[in-house]
Nanobody, 120 residues
């Protein structure tokens, strides 16, 4: 069994910063790509940023220059540093990881989501 648990969401004023964390645990053999996605009310879930096991990153155009994704492979964690937050960043943020389990199965696993609200 594999679990992803996000933390770090909350209410922040425009221009502020938040750091999201996501911890993977369970019967994990290895983790390849990890990423953050978000879903605003009435909208589809969208990619925010991804990072490979080697550290290569990709960002949505809307967050480039403001958000930074990073990971700690030893701790099986992925982070999202969000700076210069805007009201349009308000959404539920989900982490995702592609995991090979100890039973040698491979799948994409999702966290439960953490709410980020940017408002004055």
């Amino acid at each position: 069994q594999v679990q992803l648990v996000e933390s770090g969401g909350g209410l922040v004023q425009p221009g502020g910063s938040l750091r999201l964390s996501c911890a993977a645990s369970g019967s994990i053999f290895s983790i390849s790509d990890m990423g953050w996605y978000r879903q605003a009310p009435g909208s589809q879930r969208e990619l925010v940023a991804t990072i490979t096991s080697g550290g290569s990153t990709k960002y949505a155009d809307s967050v480039k220059g403001r958000f930074t994704i990073s990971r700690d492979n030893a701790k099986a964690m992925v982070y999202l540093q969000m700076n210069s937050l805007k009201p349009e960043d308000t959404a539920v943020y989900y982490c995702k990881a592609r995991i090979r389990t100890e039973l040698n199965t491979i799948g994409d696993y999702w966290g439960q989501g953490t709410q980020v609200t940017v408002s004055s």
